[in-house]
């Protein structure tokens, strides 16, 4: 991990330029070269669950952001509207987000809150969670918009958890405003993070979040001679300065282990989540369901039995070669949640891959009672076969009735 980094300070009429990337995307990939070629370094903002999945950065690819010199930042777990969860949930999608990212041998010491959307018990979670800064959606000045808001923040910020942004770059914005961000600024100097999605032109689908490599690549050139003058890019980080704080609250020690846990990404449209199967065998009827009706996020999975005579109905990590599929420890426990609603009872099911790559039923939870809004359940397995090379979970009904799930997580409990 990189050495802590130390506080700046602003000679006047100095400006810093930070580059920030939002919600690990994969076309953000080509937007780390263009700052590596040109001496420059960004902040890439990651939501740890999607990682992996449809137009999402892999675990290896933000590792090599990291070592490419890029500040990897948190950005929640799976990007919700953080004012519209409890405050549990909250501290879950910050803490444990963070927690699996420092895991995975990230240092991460920046969080922009998803949407900008927070309130002082958000902010109050985020220094909780060991976050050095957070970073807003807005706040500074624009020619059309905050006609009473500064053009740059001061260094250090006026709250290093709402640093104010001009917003995020849209498809609409033109590398004349882009330079007017930073040259308004020069007036009287300060920071000025400007926040990045979709890297793409045209984009396909068409992305309102988006910049043009073009444009991308025409305004880092211009920012390169600008140095002369006092103007440079710095992550973050740089930015903030203090040490790397331990993780607060998540999963214990493994982190979160499962990929598209809260269900979300279903990139082929066929209403089965990505690194998800649904499954079951025996003589039943049944209906599965894509339903909006989701305990966060946009999407939660619904199963319904109507008629049954034997055997299940389950959803279940997809039970593959590695790519969904997480790895084992032979002798370690592994600690499942999930958030469900349910008619009839239900339990928890694993599977293990065996040492020939056949895919075994190996242990299930006791039964869970039928609840009629959403409830937090868990369960941990027994300790992991000797052959057990990857892993399987998921919530199963075997009776009459219907089942409804969200927001699953998946860590190593150790031995």
Not at 126 to 146: F, K, M, Q, W
Request: glycine share 10%.
């Amino acid at each position: 991990m990189a050495t802590p980094s130390q506080t700046l300070t602003l000679s006047p009429g100095q400006v810093i330029v930070s580059l920030n990337f939002d919600d690990g995307l994969a076309t953000q990939l080509s937007a780390a070269a263009m700052l590596v070629a040109r001496g420059m370094r960004g902040t890439f903002f990651i939501n740890s669950a999607p990682l992996g999945t449809s137009g999402h950065l892999t675990l290896a690819q933000v590792r090599g952001l990291q070592d490419a010199g890029h500040e990897i930042g948190g950005h929640t777990l799976t990007h919700p509207h953080l004012t519209s969860l409890s405050a549990s949930e909250q501290r879950r999608e910050i803490c444990d987000d963070r927690a699996a990212l420092l895991n995975a041998g990230l240092r991460v010491t920046s969080f922009a809150y998803p949407f900008g959307d927070k309130d002082s018990t958000t902010r109050q979670i985020v220094i909780d969670c060991n976050y050095n800064s957070a970073r807003e959606s807005g706040g500074l000045r624009t020619p059309t918009s905050c006609s009473g808001c500064p053009f740059a923040e001061p260094v250090p910020p006026s709250d290093p958890y709402a640093v104010r942004t001009h917003g995020s770059v849209q498809s609409t914005t033109t590398l004349a405003d882009l330079q007017g961000y930073v040259t308004r600024a020069e007036q009287a100097g300060g920071w000025v993070p400007i926040v990045f999605h979709h890297i793409c032109g045209p984009c396909d689908p068409p992305q309102t979040y988006s910049i043009a490599p073009a444009t991308l690549t025409a305004f880092l050139d211009w920012l390169v001679p600008r140095a002369s003058r006092g103007t440079t890019v710095a992550t973050m980080d740089a930015v903030i300065g203090g040490a790397l704080k331990p993780p607060a609250g998540g999963p214990s020690p493994g982190g979160q282990i499962l990929k598209n846990p809260s269900l979300e990404s279903d990139s082929n449209g066929d209403g089965t989540p990505d690194c998800w199967q649904r499954g079951g065998f025996g003589t039943n009827t049944f209906t599965w369901t894509r339903t909006s009706d989701a305990h966060s996020g946009s999407w939660a999975q619904q199963v319904r039995i109507t008629n049954i005579t034997s055997g299940d109905r389950k959803l279940i990590t997809l039970q593959d070669s590695g790519t969904c599929a997480p790895a084992t420890t032979a002798g370690h426990r592994y600690h499942i949640s999930a958030w469900y609603k349910a008619t009839t009872p239900v339990r928890f099911k694993a599977y293990v891959r065996n040492s020939s790559g056949a895919w075994d039923f190996w242990a299930q939870g006791p039964l869970l009672p039928a609840v009629s809004s959403y409830t937090q359940a868990e369960w941990t397995t027994p300790p992991a076969p000797t052959d057990a090379r990857a892993l399987s979970v998921g919530l199963s009904i075997d009776t009459v009735g219907t089942l409804t799930m969200d927001d699953f997580a998946l860590a190593d409990a150790g031995v």
